[in-house]
């Protein structure tokens, strides 16, 4: 049989595939429930019949058949294959219980700690209507399925875990003289590459909630860096930062959660920018009409043409959105792309341009966690977006980027430290003060929580192309 009278072609629209399992998503996605054809809303405009068969030509769509969506109740975020297992491991420590016991935090037998910081608190914290880190997390978690290895199984089966490395060349294309900007798909922009407005139950969702924020995690990070017996040394950045996370059932926000963290230390930090923020972390849809303003202003606005616009929308954002908002508030950034075919090259520079940042910090190189007061950092690969708080260095002479994950939770055994540290990892005096043994405080197993904040080869050897943007903010 040739490879011609493979491919399947949908007769609704006329998209081809040569799998199955992507014919039916296809279908599922862009034709369910008796939805026979996209709606038509004239020429031109984005989400009409003529512009989606331009789309079809010009945008990587047919990738889109590489992401799932989670299997974990509550998360609905859209991941590759390649991740999936990645993915639900993270899901399983994020509500791991035996680390949040009492029992899992214990005093020893250490020489007891020079540290007399105080534990950090950011001038402005508890934004009013902002998602405490307390119990109302149980309730915003998403919720694991009892066997998640049976969970994944059956995503495997059905899809077959096709392995798919391209890339898709996302430059502009010269035709005729000029230059056409590419309308994105899928791939870039999520599942809702072609929504038009958002549900009102998201909004009410997003405006009731906002975010959940946990404050004084990086302390905690650096006790359990220096606890940890791998780590031989590593950099962190500024404690203000908040890590922010998404609330459960709103889907696909990451690029926007990790503006609100780097927002977060703006504020917090009372740097450069914090006056134009309102001293405030901005909402999503705050954070959708600085991009489309700046857009407006001839920032990055190539953007509004490739995504065909935000605004109360769930298409997802990336860096050079990110870029816009800083750069059209004043707010001074500078972006960074490593891109390379070659196995590993990207990954590669990627670390030495992370380390090189870290080490520009003023700090005590005898220290094992070398705590500095530089911003985090927003990093970019395919699919997905994280935060950038750190970088270990392990025994091994290995890397690892430690990172806030807006898809995940801080695990109940993180919070149970926070305010148990000082601002860098030592023990404050009050716990001093009321320890027995006046011995600081340890986490009986530091590197299976750590593993939710490090990220190394096994997750960035899946991808060719990575982006980061640096805040260049000095005090206010």
Known sequence: MSSQENVMICPLCGYKTGAEYAMLLHMEELHAEGDLSPPDLGPGVPGSRETRAAEHEVSSDEDAELFVECPIEGCLEQITLAELENHVDFHAIEQSEEPASLAAVAAVDVAPSDSTDPEYRSPYSRPEGVARPDHRHERERPRSPTNHDSTIDAWKKIFGRKQINKIKDLESKQID?????????????????????????????????????????????????????????????????????????????????????????????????????????????????????????????????????????R???????????????????????????????????????????????????????????????????????LTIVGLEQRGSGSLKLLVFDPMFHDPEGVLRLVGRVGRHGGSTKEDNKNSRSRNPMIHRSPDSVLKLYRRGNNYLRKYQEFELLRLKTKPA
């Open 315 to 385: 298409k997802y954002i990336g860096t050079p959105e990110a870029q816009a908002m800083f750069i059209s508030l004043n707010i001074p950034c500078e972006a960074e792309g490593f891109k390379s075919s070659k196995p590993g090259a990207a990954e590669t520079a990627l670390f030495a341009s992370v380390l090189r940042y870290f080490e520009s910090a003023h700090f005590n190189p005898a220290d094992k966690i070398r705590c500095t007061d530089l911003p985090p950092i927003y990093f970019q690969h395919r699919g997905h977006s």
């Open 177 to 313: 003289g000029r230059t056409l900007r590419k309308r994105l798909g899928k791939s870039e922009l999520g599942k809702h590459a072609y929504e038009q407005q958002m549900p009102n139950s998201l909004v009410a969702l997003l405006k009731r909630g906002k975010y959940t924020s946990a404050e004084g995690i990086i302390p905690v990070l650096a006790r359990l860096l220096e606890q940890s017996p791998a780590t031989e040394h590593a950099y962190l950045c500024h404690p203000a930062i908040q890590h922010i996370s998404k609330l459960r059932g709103e889907g696909g926000f990451c690029g926007y959660r990790n503006i609100q963290m780097l927002s977060s230390y703006i504020v917090g930090a009372r740097v450069e920018g914090a006056e134009v923020l309102d001293n405030r972390v901005p909402s999503i849809f705050r954070i959708q009409d600085y991009i489309e303003n700046a857009w407006d202003k001839g920032i990055n606005a190539s953007g509004r043409v490739e995504t065909g616009g935000i605004k109360g929308t």
